[in-house]
């Protein structure tokens, strides 16, 4: 007996269509949806060369791969109305900052919860600065991420340092799965003295992703305005991630992060969620990093579907 592919079979709907579908069937003027994607391709001032910038595109395709529903939770991302707002084009050129928050800031006029697709990690500020717009003074920060991020300059190593001369409050931002010998003492201080709550990656072998979470939403969201979640894949063991060019051995397990993400999608204070450091290009050919990069967005969504 011939059984037809997912893809045909009606009882099977592809996310990919889930999306494509809800992208093109709600008009301009049609009012708020639930979700909404945006690419943020940057990728020229990365610290490791990368071509991060192929990577938007990379997950929506793979989206074709997995259906809509958790089996998990019964949740189907049938019920929730989403937009693709498709690329931010150059945002590492001239003005591409600039161009980033205003798109950010349009998107989320009429979205409850945007996810930004990296790109590497330096969309985090303009992603986030176009969130908050003139309240980053009460909004919180939570990273999943191996590294602090507070370099100096411009690049995917900075973007936390960035934020806080910005007017974002240390003590409102909190990084889970910092690595060891993946930093430096140097940056350890400078989060000590900005007043980040840091969880280690060890640290996290003792606690659930639920209790940690939900330490880190009270703490980020203590000003009272929107929590941002940076989902920088490179928190994930190397053998899980090896397209993230500056993942470790030893990282976080894959079934982890994604219920980071689940978590993060279930929380009313979350208002924005991205997903980074991915190199589409040096990814494995079995596209593991690129298919948790797409999963990472159907848990959140799914998150989102459970509040």
Same mark, same amino acid.
């Given at each position: 007996m011939t059984h037809p592919a997912p893809g045909d079979d009606p009882h099977w709907p592809r996310a990919s269509t889930w999306l494509t579908a809800g992208s093109t069937s709600i008009a301009e003027d049609s009012g708020p949806r639930d979700l909404g994607i945006i690419g943020v391709p940057a990728h020229r001032t990365s610290l490791s060369p990368t071509r991060a910038d192929t990577t938007p595109a990379a997950i929506r395709a793979v989206l074709a791969r997995y259906s809509t529903y958790s089996a998990t939770h019964d949740v189907d991302l049938a019920s929730l109305t989403v937009r693709d707002f498709d690329d931010i084009p150059d945002p590492d050129g001239p003005d591409g900052e600039e161009r980033v928050r205003t798109a950010i800031a349009s998107a989320m006029a009429s979205t409850s919860l945007l996810l930004a697709l990296g790109g590497d990690n330096s969309i985090t500020h303009p992603v986030m600065t176009g969130i908050a717009g003139d309240g980053l003074a009460a909004a919180g920060l939570i990273t999943l991420d191996a590294h602090h991020d507070l370099r100096d300059g411009i690049s995917n190593g900075s973007p936390v340092r960035r934020l806080i001369e910005a007017g974002l409050p240390g003590d409102r931002i909190v990084q889970i799965g910092i690595a060891d010998f993946a930093n430096? =003492?140097?940056?350890?201080?400078? =989060? &000590?003295?900005? /007043? !980040?709550?840091?969880?280690?990656?060890d640290?996290?072998? &003792?606690?659930?992703?639920?209790?940690?979470? =939900?330490?880190?939403? #009270? !703490?980020?969201?203590? /000003? /009272?305005?929107?929590?941002?979640? #940076?989902? #920088?894949? #490179?928190v994930c063991d190397r053998s899980i991630a090896p397209g993230c060019p500056a993942s470790v051995p030893g990282g976080v397990s894959a079934g982890k992060l994604r219920h980071f993400a689940f978590v993060a999608g279930r929380s009313p204070r979350v208002r924005s969620i991205d997903i980074t450091e991915i190199d589409a290009m040096a990814d494995a050919p079995d596209q593991r990093t690129i298919r948790l990069g797409a999963l990472l967005i159907l848990e959140a969504a799914a998150g989102f579907a459970c509040r």
């Open positions: 430096s =003492a140097e940056y350890a201080r400078r =989060a &000590h003295e900005f /007043g !980040i709550t840091v969880i280690t990656r640290a996290l072998r &003792h606690r659930s992703p639920d209790a940690v979470m =939900a330490e880190a939403l #009270d !703490i980020a969201g203590a /000003g /009272g305005g929107p929590i941002h979640v #940076d989902l #920088d894949v #490179d």
